[in-house]
Nanobody, 123 residues
Framework: QVQLVESGGGLVQTGGSLRLSCAAS????????MGWFRQAPGKEREFVAA????????NYANSVKGRFTISRDGAKNTVYLQMNSLQLEDTAVYYC????????????????WGQGTQVTVSS
């Protein structure tokens, strides 16, 4: 069983930045495609960003492309999401994820989920 523990969420103003961290334990971190999803109240959980097992390839939702950057540190078993130029529509609970669902964008194909961390963007 892999555990994903997130941190870094909080309240920021529009245009501000946050960096989310997801620390993995209990498994071999490098074998998983990792990524982030987010879910706003009453909305479907949606794909945000993905990074390949060794960090060579990345992919982003169009809504965050150019503003968010995903990275991973194999030595620390940690994946990051740097979020810049935050907008009101970025307000959501952000979930770290591991597994093939990060590639397909299908939440039912995610092997492991983090507990979620709240990001609130205000004007």
């Amino acid at each position: 069983q892999v555990q994903l523990v997130e941190s870094g969420g909080g309240l920021v103003q529009t245009g501000g930045s946050l960096r989310l961290s997801c620390a993995a334990s209990g498994g071999t971190f490098s074998v998983y495609v990792m990524g982030w999803f987010r879910q706003a109240p009453g909305k479907e959980r949606e794909f945000v960003a993905a990074i390949s097992e060794r960090g060579v390839n990345t992919n982003y939702a169009n809504s965050v492309k150019g503003r968010f950057t995903i990275s991973r540190d194999g030595a620390k078993n940690t994946v990051y999401l740097q979020m810049n130029s935050l907008q009101l529509e970025d307000t959501a609970v952000y979930y770290c994820a591991a597994g093939v669902g990060v590639v397909t964008g299908r939440t039912n194909e995610i092997t492991y989920w983090g507990q979620g961390t709240q990001v609130t963007v205000s004007s």
